[in-house]
């Protein structure tokens, strides 16, 4: 476990590193949640098996032991000062794949560009809140702004909705809700094919 220095306190990145690596793959973790989540252990067991170093990374917000995330810029900046950290060392001369659980995927989205990430994995995109009697606004944007390959793997029960498919965006559909932990196996296997077919370029 690595700690790296961020403009809003420590943060933690665990790594599991490839025998020979292709690329890399940097996950962030849910609002409430760490990185122990199934779908972010299926998706990190996915990348290992495809060539793919792994850093999963603890916002500063949770190493500090707070369950309420931070306001989004510290997140962001939390995430940034990690990222580059990695690509200066541990994982020089990757190409990174940028991604993250819910509230974590939609850090990744909104830095994917100033990090020149390669591609984008997305678990449980929260795409609008589950409905309130106010209309709700979709954050559809943040999707789409993502200017390299997507995955959305999101359950075919999530309360906050489906994310369409895109030019460079890919959905897929498993069985269970926002939690992803009806079927771990369904996570993984869609993240190993896409995985698969992406051509990364260092």
């Known amino acids: 476990m690595l700690q790296i220095e961020t403009p809003h306190g420590p943060a933690h990145a665990h790594l599991r590193p490839a025998d020979r690596p292709r690329a890399a793959l940097v996950l962030g973790h849910g609002a409430g949640g760490g990185i122990g989540a199934g779908d972010i252990v299926a998706s990190a067991d996915a990348a290992l098996a495809e060539g793919l170093s792994v850093a999963l990374v603890e916002q500063p917000y949770r190493v500090a032991g707070r369950r309420s995330p931070a306001p989004a810029r510290q997140l962001e900046a939390a995430w940034t000062a ?3 950290h990695l690509r200066a060392n541990e994982l020089a001369g990757l190409p990174l794949v940028l991604g993250g659980r819910s509230l974590g995927a939609r850090v990744a989205c909104r830095t994917s560009k100033d990090l020149g990430a390669a591609a984008v994995l ?4 929260p795409l609008a809140p589950p409905r309130r009697s106010k209309p709700v606004q979709s954050r559809l944007p943040e999707l789409d702004a993502v200017e390299v390959p997507t995955l959305v793997v999101q359950g075919e029960r ?6 369409p498919e895109g030019p460079r965006r890919t959905v897929a559909r ?5 939690s ?4 771990v196996e369904a996570v993984g296997a869609a993240v190993r094919a ?3 077919l992406l051509e990364l370029q260092h």
């Open 122 to 125: 997305c678990l449980a995109f």
């Open 194 to 196: 896409w995985l698969s």
């Open 174 to 178: 498993v069985p269970g809700d926002h």
């Open 158 to 163: 999530d309360p906050f909705g489906m994310p």
């Open 180 to 183: 992803l932990r009806t079927d």
């Open 82 to 84: 990690v990222v580059e």
